[in-house]
């Protein structure tokens, strides 16, 4: 019935050093600047995040071309397990449908790989195949990705940062600053003092009307949390986010009853489908949903999640994801602002996302982007052609 195209080929990459996989950077970068994490308990892995294996992963690229010879493609984080998941298992599903085929070829993919997926890796993939069909279809149709979710919402996305320097993410125009925890609960109360101390340091820099808040990356206890949110409440703490494992469901469930009225609980970067974000909602975790576009299940599952935190009166504010997250948030009333990762070793300046990888990458001006600066077909980005693409498996 339809002169739409098929699927030709698809092929999966691996690609080092930055880019999707934003934690596999050189020595000397803030995003390894001992990081409170699970693993901070053992003192051998506490100063850096690379010493327990951040970053051996990789990303993941995948790379969808038509029966026209358009291809679409993304980036997320996979590296050869993705590559292998892809060439060896889910491109069965995809060869050979139609490239409007995206709803039907996510419900093959997660449900073939139910056996050994639902989360994690295998759901990365799925959401890096996901991606690259999303920018494949909007290619062939000539349009930006976010004119086929509904259309943009408005005339331009604000930003938050995320890095080191919220004081100097401020002079940029960012409308919050979101800094990591450097101590965790093993290294009790001096590290909580050092943890209120650097807090207390970018309030007195940023003054009152500029958000700060604590990612803490899964790495406090609710006790622990609690007395953190409490004593930050001083320092006029916007979010706590992610303070806690994913799987304590029950955890964030007691941290939103604890901490003070005002303070918003955040998490769900490391969560994934429409299911793991029901039990969120459900159990009254937190505040914001915070989705990374390229781990939960792609640009099809997100629109399921956003849908039922909307019924819900949450927000919906992805985690990282650069153009993936841009595209998605212009079309939805309940995101009504963007994260930014401030990848430059020092976060003194603004670099794209997932530099070096992608050609073309928007970044914000002045904290800001226009509407208009996503209106090229697809994602609107290209792979860098310097970049060292691997092909470890082929079908
Ligand atoms: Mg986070």
Redesign the pocket.
């Known amino acids: 019935m339809s002169k739409m195209p098929t699927i030709k080929q698809v092929r999966a990459f691996t690609l080092r050093g930055g880019g999707a996989d934003y934690h596999d950077q050189k020595g000397g970068h803030w995003i390894d600047d001992h990081i409170a994490t699970p693993m901070s308990k053992y003192p051998q892995y506490r100063q850096s995040r690379q010493s327990f294996g951040i970053n051996v992963l990789g990303t993941l690229v995948v790379e969808i071309e038509a029966s026209d010879g358009t291809v679409g493609f993304s980036v997320t984080t996979g590296g050869e397990i993705g590559c292998w998941i892809v060439e060896k298992h889910l491109a069965r599903f995809l060869e050979g449908a139609c490239v409007t085929d995206i709803e039907k070829l996510w419900d093959q993919m997660f449900n073939a790989t139910l056996y050994y997926g639902r989360k994690g890796v295998v759901i990365n993939t799925i959401s890096g195949v996901d991606l690259a069909l999303w920018d494949l279809l909007a290619k062939v149709r000539g349009e930006p990705v976010h004119a086929l979710l509904g259309g943009a919402v408005r005339d331009e996305l604000v930003f938050y940062a ?1 890095g080191a320097r919220p004081d100097l993410a401020k002079q940029m125009g960012f409308i919050g600053g ?1 800094l990591p925890l450097h101590h965790g609960p093993a290294e009790r109360e001096e590290g909580l003092r050092k943890n209120l101390e650097l807090l207390g340091d970018m309030r007195q820099r940023v003054g009152d009307d500029f958000w700060l808040m604590y ?1 803490c ?1 899964m790495s406090l206890d609710v006790e622990y949390a609690t007395r953190l949110a409490n004593a930050a409440a001083e320092f006029d703490l916007k979010w706590i ?2 303070a806690l494992p994913p799987d304590d469901y029950w955890g964030y469930a007691e941290l939103r009853r604890n901490v003070p009225s005002g303070m918003l609980v955040t998490t769900g ?1 490391h969560e994934a489908t429409r299911w793991g974000f029901r039990m969120l909602l459900e159990m009254e975790c937190c505040d914001i949903l ?1 989705p990374d576009v390229g781990w939960c299940g792609g640009i099809t599952e997100l629109l399921k999640i956003s849908a039922l935190a909307d019924a819900r009166g949450k927000l919906v504010v992805p ?1 990282g994801s650069s153009v993936y997250s841009y595209h998605f948030v212009i079309t939805r009333q309940n995101s009504p602002f963007a994260e930014f990762l401030m990848m430059a070793p020092q976060a003194d300046k603004v670099v794209p996302m997932f530099s070096p990888q992608l050609l073309d990458e928007p970044v914000p001006v002045n904290g800001r982007m226009r509407a208009s600066a996503l209106d090229a077909p697809g994602f609107g980005v290209r792979l860098n052609p310097a970049c060292d693409l691997h092909r470890p498996h082929t079908h």
């Open positions: 995320t979101k990612d990356w986010e992610e970067e915070q985690h």
